[in-house]
């Protein structure tokens, strides 16, 4: 086994789909017996001892929970760790790695579309390009979560595809689980739902994520229903143009922004929807469909990038204009037995994806670097 040492202080506070990689990734690492050292931030160092025991945890410095600070540090302080740890391999799993380190070094870069589609990430899109030319030039190895993300890097940047490893993330079925009636009926009460039914989406509420077409398309998908669900949007920041959209939809048309959810409301909050809609316009792998398919929830998708790598036949499309999300989302509410057939299929499709598979991915991959 390759002794590696992965640099989870680099993962950002918001507890989202990039925190749920690593931390899947480090205990089925674990699980898998490799020599594994972790660099966290000092709040989180208990937290990884549960998820990974056989590890060696290394609180970094205080004074990296500032976003600049940290990035100095990994020039400098990560690799004299690493080299402490007696390291011979460095996973950087999010974009910017150290150099001039001595070791080898292994990135994951999440997706490319900060170059394909720069103006749905606003100011963070120049940093996020400038770390990602430099990750794809001076790291050992490239881990992609999809063939999607290492197709778009290989035509972006002309990236050395021999150089790039994909491996695909997995879902935790104990905490993505079909929920139980008591599980279900704790979400609807932290929403406020009373017994209404719902179309649900998880994530950030970010441009790339196509949400003011969502909220356009489900109000003219359910204006002439007598008894319209509710569509609740679970997770993110509250964007102005989520807000216009908002205002443009008929006062009968419920949406409803609770904000982060935590873990325990989750499999309740997706397995119990009518439907699980997620029409982003792209993605470099897609944790949320996974996610949903495992709570079985019947997911409605768009066909971009990465996402029918993670769908397949168990989900349903749309393109990502309103209309057609419209369109997609009425034929799916007007038919019970549709719905049900993708429950079926999601929950099969979502065991297909497993964090000790991904886990065997990555341990190859920090061979070859090593190599």
């Known amino acids: 086994m390759p002794r590696v040492l992965v640099d989870a202080a680099a993962v950002p506070a918001d507890r989202g789909a990039l925190i749920r990689y690593v931390d899947g990734l480090v205990a089925a690492l674990d699980r898998a017996g490799a020599d594994l050292s972790v660099v966290c931030q000092r709040a989180e160092a208990e937290r990884y001892r549960r998820l990974a025991p056989s590890a ?14 940290r990035l100095a540090w990994e020039q400098t302080g990560l690799p004299l760790l690493a080299r402490q740890a007696g390291a011979e391999v460095i996973h950087a799993p999010y974009y910017s ?10 990135v994951t870069v999440h997706d490319a579309t900060w170059f394909t589609e720069p103006e749905q990430h606003g100011s963070r899109a120049a940093f996020f390009r400038g ?5 794809v030039r001076h790291a050992r190895r490239v881990i992609v979560p999809s063939k999607a993300t290492r197709d778009e890097l290989v035509r972006v940047l002309s990236a050395d595809p021999t150089r790039i490893d994909v ?28 017994g209404q039914p719902y179309v649900a989406f998880l994530g950030a509420l970010d441009p790339r994520k196509n949400v003011p077409n969502l909220i356009r398309g489900f109000a003219a998908a359910v204006k002439r229903l007598e ?27 419920r949406v409803i922004r609770p904000g982060y959810l935590g873990a325990p409301d989750l499999p309740g909050f997706l397995g119990g929807a009518l439907v699980v809609a997620f029409p982003s316009r792209g993605e470099g ?17 768009t066909y971009r990038t990465s996402l ?6 168990a989900v349903a499309y749309t393109e990502p204009d309103a209309d057609s999300i419209a369109a997609a989302l009425g034929q799916l509410l007007a038919s019970p037995e549709r719905r049900r057939q993708l429950r079926e299929a999601g929950l099969a499709r979502a065991r297909e994806f497993t964090w000790d598979a991904s886990a065997e991915a990555h341990l190859s991959s920090y061979q070859r670097a090593i190599e």
């Open 167 to 194: 491996a695909y993330h997995g879902v935790d079925l104990a905490q993505f689980h079909p929920p139980s009636e008591a599980e279900i009926r704790r979400a609807a009460l932290r929403l406020g739902l009373h």
């Open 308 to 313: 029918p790598e993670v769908g397949g036949d």
């Open 131 to 135: 770390a990602t030319r430099t990750a």
């Open 285 to 301: 792998f897609g944790l949320p469909v996974l996610e949903a398919m495992a709570c079985g929830a019947p997911v409605l998708t």
């Open 227 to 253: 008894e319209p669900p509710a569509l609740v949007l679970g997770g993110g920041v509250h964007e102005d143009d989520v807000d216009a959209a908002c205002r443009e939809v008929e006062a009968t048309v």
């Open 97 to 106: 790695i150290p150099l001039g380190s001595g070791l080898p070094t292994v």
């Open 56 to 69: 060696r945890v290394i609180p970094g410095p205080v004074a990296i929970t500032n976003r600049a600070t």
